[in-house]
């Protein structure tokens, strides 16, 4: 009886067996080498190597730049130290005679050839930190920071490469590098439209991540007499600068963002952001915000973005191009606010072409593109009908 | 300590007031505490919570996915009824009572065995059979029924997995792979309503796999090779968003790994494909040749 059953099992399973799964195995079988830069005979991709998860040397990585008392906004020494004073109290005094802070732990010192902070990071730490960067990040990022890793192959905009310390969206003058602060945050909070994620885990192991991060940047700027090349960045580099984050306060259109809208587009159009970025205006309308002749032409494609060719960002030694976005169409990476808006723009993008804006843009005329950028961007989450409409209509005028 | 009284006092059971040695269980206690907790996992159900159901498929034939659903859960709940029913009878029939000694029995006469093999093979056609009927129909006649190749009407996708994203490369205007044209997004699909869409699905690095639950669709996406999977939007998901997940479980981040699904009605996708194909056009650089990966079209 049993056998009679397992029969008839399989009488109706054979039965029943379609031709298509014989297809579907024959299919699979044909195995196709998919990418271009992951395929087995790609002349670039490197084999796996065997990854020292410890490091043993404590390292020295630069804290804060010279507290020189002329520039007073761009010294992160000062606010460095308030901060960590708030945090542990007693733990540094202000040495009169030689002007500078006294770390009793000994974590901070001062160098007073370069005139800058070290902070000696211990091998525990990076380690730890080393520890969480190849597990979550160098997939992409590269097991040696190079941008490379095997899932960050053919992405554009590629990860970035921790070895140059330049960074696009940390919302801190792109001039300067990071605070420790930027970083944490922005690994907090992801970039919108990449895959660089939101990264929830413990703001004491991103803390450490970055710390790791930053003790990349070394190898590429000593020159061949290992002495530190003149227009070195990174931390390792006694005459970088360390820069704060844009603050965005007081906002001074507040409660009035219609009129913010309407000044935004003139002040857009005025200051010539069309020249990388698409402009949104019909020719006789970006004319008129911008006080030109009516007979003024404009670049070709002036509805797309102009890529910009030789960015500092390399793959394999090849600048990648670097498209700035066009506001109707790109997520913003890191705007969902105003405020967001209003710090990249006055930040700039660094190493990407894009301008630091503050300084030479008055305030209120950033916030006011600030909110311009805001509201084009609310047309890409219109999916359909109005955003084709809107540049349908500047096309046309064009 | 176990929830439920014990008649075997353990060393710290006797100790104990509550459960004092010897003291008789209360089987009705025990029934009560059972039924309470069965109605509390069912209170969802019984309170129609939408989160047990998925949403109603928005592909042309997910319905089918639904209904081979319900179909196992009618026959097999069927099943379970009757076997419960048949199992109710020798407790209640042959149980002990003043004056009566319970009846064992091991099932083992030739009459019992007999009977068994009547039910199994009876179970076995009423339900095997009929799931593996319908699901190798549905199989054949839905999921596996690809547009042919030269069909005009499909739209194609290739699908590039990575830890922790979905790339995709959309053909652009001139209908080929490859070239200047191709619109290549991360986490953000669009594709026009009411046509077929066949995907390609590979990976980067580790298996994933290409999960779209209102579609109704799941395909592994493993690297090495290409996989195929399609579906056919019903028109009135036009102007809708589904969620891309993965469904492989592909390192730490693979909860974060989930994409955009943008359906736009064939107007509106004309004029985004347009827009979308002019876009990437303009920012195609020749010789940036690691950025464009892209595989001949697996039909
Ligand atoms: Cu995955």
Redesign the interface.
């Given at each position: 009886?049993?056998k009679?059953?397992l029969a008839?099992?399989a009488a109706?399973?054979f039965a029943?067996?379609?031709s298509?799964?014989a297809n579907?195995e024959e299919?699979?079988s044909?195995?196709?080498?998919?990418?271009?830069?992951?395929s087995p005979d790609n002349p670039?991709s490197r084999p796996p190597r065997d990854v020292p998860l410890v490091i043993f040397e404590d390292t020295q990585l630069l804290a804060a730049d010279a507290d020189d008392g002329h520039d007073e906004e761009d010294d992160y020494a000062p606010i460095l130290f308030e901060r960590l004073q708030a945090q542990f109290p007693d733990r540094f005094t202000w040495n009169e005679d030689e002007e500078h802070w006294v770390d009793a732990r000994g974590e901070y010192t001062w160098d007073d050839e370069n005139e800058c902070y070290w902070q000696t990071v211990t091998a525990e730490r990076l380690t730890r930190g080393r520890q969480d960067y190849v597990?979550?990040c160098a997939?992409?990022h590269g097991f040696d920071g190079d941008g490379y890793g095997?899932?960050g192959?053919?992405?554009?905009p590629p990860p970035r490469d921790f070895r140059q310390g330049l960074f696009k969206f940390t919302k801190v003058d792109s001039e300067k590098l990071p605070e420790d602060d930027a970083l944490v945050q922005l690994v907090q909070e992801g970039l919108n439209?990449?895959?660089m994620?939101?990264?929830d885990i413990h703001e004491n192991r991103i803390r450490d991540i970055v710390v790791y991060i930053k003790s990349l940047s070394l190898p590429e700027l000593l020159d061949e007499d290992g002495e530190i090349e003149e227009d070195a960045t990174g931390w390792r580099d006694p005459y970088g600068q360390i820069g704060v984050m844009v603050a965005a306060d007081d906002d001074p259109w507040a409660g009035r963002e219609t009129e913010a809208i309407a000044a935004g587009e003139a002040y857009y159009h005025n200051y010539q952001c069309y020249n990388c970025h698409p402009g949104y205006a019909t020719t006789a309308r970006m004319n008129e915000l911008g006080g030109k002749d009516p007979s003024y032409t404009y670049r070709d494609?002036i509805t797309?973005?102009?890529?910009v060719?030789d960015s500092s960002y390399e793959?394999?030694g090849?600048a990648?191009?670097i498209?700035p976005p066009?506001f109707t169409?790109h997520?913003m990476r890191r705007g969902e606010t105003v405020a967001d808006v209003y710090k990249t723009i006055a930040a700039g993008v660094g190493g990407a072409g894009m301008p630091t804006w503050k300084g030479s843009v008055p305030d209120e005329e950033i916030w006011a593109i600030s909110y311009y950028v805001r509201h084009l961007t609310d047309t890409y989450k219109d999916?359909?009908?109005t955003r084709?409409q809107f540049?349908?209509d500047v096309k046309a005028g064009h | 300590m176990s929830p439920f009284p014990s008649t075997r006092s353990s060393p710290e059971t006797r100790s104990s007031t509550r459960h004092g040695a010897g003291r008789p269980v209360s089987r009705w206690r025990l029934a009560g505490k059972l039924t309470a907790l069965l109605a509390v996992a069912l209170l969802p159900l019984a309170c129609g919570d939408t989160r047990i159901h998925p949403n109603p498929s928005a592909s042309t034939f997910g319905h089918r996915h639904d209904e081979l659903f319900m179909l196992i859960t009618a026959l097999t709940g069927v099943s379970f009824l009757i076997v419960l029913a048949m199992m109710a009878v020798p407790i209640i029939r042959d149980r002990a009572r003043p004056g009566k000694k319970a009846h064992y029995d091991h099932g083992s006469s030739l009459h019992d065995k007999r009977f068994t093999a009547i039910v199994s093979v009876v179970v076995f056609i009423v339900l095997d059979a009929w799931v593996l009927f319908v699901s190798v129909t549905d199989l054949r006649e839905a999921w596996w029924n690809y547009p042919p190749a030269d069909s005009e009407e499909a739209y194609r996708v290739e699908v590039l997995a990575q830890q922790w994203a979905w790339n995709f490369r959309t053909p652009g205007i001139d209908g080929e792979f490859g070239t200047a044209d191709d619109v290549v997004t991360i986490n953000q699909l669009t594709v026009p309503a009411d046509r077929p869409i066949v995907l390609n699905a590979a990976s980067k690095d580790v298996i994933h796999s290409f999960f779209v639950p209102d579609m109704r669709i799941k395909r592994d996406a493993n690297p090495g090779s290409v996989n195929r999977v399609w579906f056919q939007t019903k028109p009135e998901a036009a102007g809708n968003d589904y969620q891309i997940l993965c469904a492989e479980l592909c390192g730490f981040a693979h909860y974060q790994m989930y994409a955009n699904l943008t359906v736009l009605s064939q107007d509106d996708f004309a004029d985004w494909e347009q827009d979308a194909s002019a876009l990437a056009v303009a920012s195609f650089d020749a010789d940036d040749t690691e950025a464009h990966w892209a595989w001949d079209f697996k039909e």
């Open positions: 009886m049993i009679a059953t008839l099992f109706t399973a029943t067996l379609p298509g799964a579907e299919d699979k044909a195995l196709l080498p998919p990418v271009h830069g992951v670039h597990q979550l997939s992409c095997r899932s192959q053919a992405l554009r439209g990449t895959p994620l939101p990264w494609g797309l973005p102009k890529v060719e793959v394999l090849y990648v191009s498209i066009d169409w997520s999916k359909s009908a084709m540049m349908r | -």
